[in-house]
């Protein structure tokens, strides 16, 4: 079976732009979670959607939005980027989202100049 | 708050060696989860190993063990017979407990151990 896939790979976006990310979850589970990880920290959670409901936000302003669609599939937006919107994006799957194991796709790379 | 520590920013093992990754938790719930996970230059992060808090034995996965300590709250990862390929970062992290429907399970994680394998 497939794992989490996300698209692009790689982005190059230039401040006050915006950006699309994509992600489609293990084939089965219902439940998405978004994760920032700025180059040397760990993860930061942004989102996790399930059953197209948001269940639970991180400390981000609202220029970070997401959606989760009917094929469980998920959307993080990110409005008006600053450089420090420059991260690995990783999205994550689990069957539920709050008590079980959740595995990660191989991130998208945004770069914001 | 919840908080996950990891002390050791870069490990070095020989090859066939074991090693073993710090980690140390802080939180007021009863019920949480404790994870490993890996990612290698690549960027994908990679599960390894899982914990529950009310487990009574040490999780075990392959060459992977959690050396799970409740009362010092640290769930540190031990790498047996280590090898080439278990060069990366290893990240500790921690999910949240229940507290109603409001759970959202998100994981916190630490700052990362980077190990590099020695040939």
């Known amino acids: 079976d497939a794992g989490v896939t996300q698209s692009p790979t790689h982005l190059i976006k230039t401040r006050g732009q915006h950006v699309t990310l994509r992600c489609s979850p293990i084939s089965g589970h219902k439940s998405v979670s978004w994760y920032q990880q700025v180059l040397g920290q760990g993860p930061q959670f942004i989102f996790q959607?399930?059953?197209?409901?948001?269940?639970g936000r991180g400390n981000f302003p609202d220029r970070f939005s997401a959606r989760q669609f009917p094929n469980y599939s998920s959307e993080l937006n990110v409005n008006a980027l600053l450089l420090g919107d420059s991260a690995l994006y990783l999205c994550?799957?689990?069957?539920?989202?709050?008590?079980?194991?959740?595995?990660f796709g191989p991130g998208t790379r945004l770069l914001v100049l | 708050a919840q908080k996950i520590t990891q002390t050791q920013p870069g490990m070095f093992v020989q090859e066939k060696e074991a090693v073993t990754l710090d980690c140390t938790y802080d939180t007021s719930d009863q019920s949480y989860g404790l994870f490993w996970y890996k990612q290698p230059s690549s960027g994908e992060m990679i599960f390894l190993i899982y914990?529950?808090?009310?487990?009574?034995q040490n999780a075990t996965e392959g060459r992977y063990s959690l050396n799970f300590q409740k009362a010092r709250k640290s769930a540190n990862l031990v790498i047996s017979a280590s090898q080439l390929g278990d060069s990366a970062m290893y990240f500790c992290?921690?999910?949240?407990?229940?507290?109603?429907?409001?759970?959202?399970?998100?994981?916190?994680f630490g700052q990362g151990t980077t190990l590099q394998v020695k040939p």
């Open positions: 959607y399930y059953e197209k409901e948001e269940r």
């Open positions: 994550a799957s689990s069957a539920r989202g709050f008590q079980e194991t959740q595995y």
């Open positions: 914990q529950g808090s009310y487990d009574e």
């Open positions: 992290a921690m999910r949240e407990g229940i507290r109603g429907s409001g759970n959202t399970g998100k994981l916190i």
